[in-house]
């Protein structure tokens, strides 16, 4: 079973950057779609992109469009979510998810998504 490990989380301003990273071992990661959710205190998780295994296909949710970039490199086994002019409604635990079963998932309900990282912090302030 793949095991996914999320890096990168912490506390930025508002309109700043922060760059979360997704190291994949125990499988073969070039298999694999791959995509970030969130989840915000009180609220459920959130699908913001998904990468097929190639980067061919790629999604976002509407609010993060033009802000964040989602890309993979599958030598490396890792995968990146680049977060940029940061909100603070962007304030969220953020997961790494991946469907071992097809190279490219588009679904938003994680009951789609099969593995799953232990999630790293970010906040953005004011």
């Known amino acids: 079973q793949v095991k996914l490990v999320e890096s990168g989380g912490g506390l930025v301003q508002a309109g700043g950057s922060l760059r979360l990273s997704c190291a994949a071992s125990?499988?073969?990661?070039?298999?694999?779609?791959m995509g970030w959710f969130r989840q915000a205190p009180g609220k459920e998780r959130e699908f913001v992109a998904s990468?097929?295994?190639?980067?061919?296909?790629?999604r976002y949710i509407e609010s993060v469009k033009g802000r964040f970039i989602i890309s993979r490199d599958n030598a490396k086994n890792t995968m990146w979510l680049q977060m940029n002019m940061l909100k603070p409604e962007d304030t969220a635990v953020y997961y790494c998810?991946?469907?071992?079963?097809?190279?490219?998932?588009?679904?938003?309900?994680?009951?789609?998504?099969?593995?799953w990282g232990q999630g790293t912090q970010v906040t953005v302030s004011a």
């Open positions: 998810a991946a469907d071992t079963t097809r190279t490219y998932n588009s679904y938003s309900n994680s009951e789609f998504w099969d593995s």
């Open positions: 125990g499988g073969t990661f070039s298999n694999y779609a």
């Open positions: 990468i097929n295994w190639s980067s061919y296909a790629i």
